[in-house]
């Protein structure tokens, strides 16, 4: 079997920095992505980590240890635009898994 | 751009109907992927299919079952809708072979089953 496990809920100031990790525990690992979600919206693909080390796409970046079953989403100069569920995911088998998400609240 | 539309964005069935979502795509995606979200409970995949006529079992698929005729859609079908099927229900696409870690996500159906 496979499971997730990542923060329900984080706070952070705008303008900061803000960590989201995410522990998973699964067979037949392919890789780790990370999704945004905005209220009302659709989830939408932010990144995704085949190999250890860390992915930067502007102010985001995500980290993935194998040998760690660890990963994390790194969010950089957080704006309130950034305010969103954010889960990440495991792939396997071509389909992937998701963890229940952690909601992230930027305050001004 | 890649667009996935799914056929409602609310819908309100009662208790033993046949329910019908439909979801499609525009990139000639091989995956397609149904899911249901519920508060807490993040994304579930409920079916999912690689290719024309194949269908696979997610992790939650009693209660439905799913089509596909066409390469661009993809159906989940609720033979006899109960409330615990009260839902939002989210379509998604990916390309090819080891790709499906990015996935194309509809806007969804709020389903409501009373």
């Known amino acids: 079997g496979q499971s997730l496990e990542q923060p329900s809920e984080v706070t952070a100031v705008e303008g900061a920095i803000v960590q989201i990790n995410c522990t998973y525990q699964?067979?037949?690992?392919?890789?780790l992505s990370w999704y945004q979600q905005h209220d009302g919206g659709a989830p939408t693909f932010l990144s995704y980590n085949a190999l250890d080390g860390l992915e930067e796409t502007g102010r985001f970046s995500s980290f993935l240890s194998r040998s760690d079953s660890y990963g994390y989403l790194l969010l950089q100069e957080l704006q309130m635009k950034d305010s969103a569920s954010y889960f990440c995911?495991?792939?396997?088998?071509?389909?992937?898994?998701f963890g229940k998400g952690t909601r992230l609240h930027i305050l001004p | 751009d890649v667009k996935v539309t799914q056929s409602s964005r609310y819908l309100v069935k009662r208790t033993g109907e046949k329910v019908f979502l439909e979801c499609v795509q525009d990139m000639d995606h091989e995956n397609m992927f149904w899911y249901r979200q519920d508060p807490g409970l993040g994304l579930r995949l409920i079916y999912f299919?690689?290719?024309?006529?194949?269908?696979e079992k997610g992790d939650i698929p009693e209660g439905y079952s799913v089509s596909r005729e066409k390469k661009e859609r993809f159906s989940l079908i609720l033979e006899s809708a109960s409330t615990n099927q009260t839902s939002m229900y989210l379509c998604a696409s990916s390309s090819g072979q080891g790709s499906s870690y990015e996935q194309y996500f509809g806007p969804g159906t709020r389903l409501t089953v009373t």
């Open positions: 699964t067979s037949g690992f392919y890789g």
């Open positions: 299919s690689y290719d024309v006529k194949m269908k």
């Open positions: 995911a495991v792939g396997r088998d071509d389909k992937i898994i």
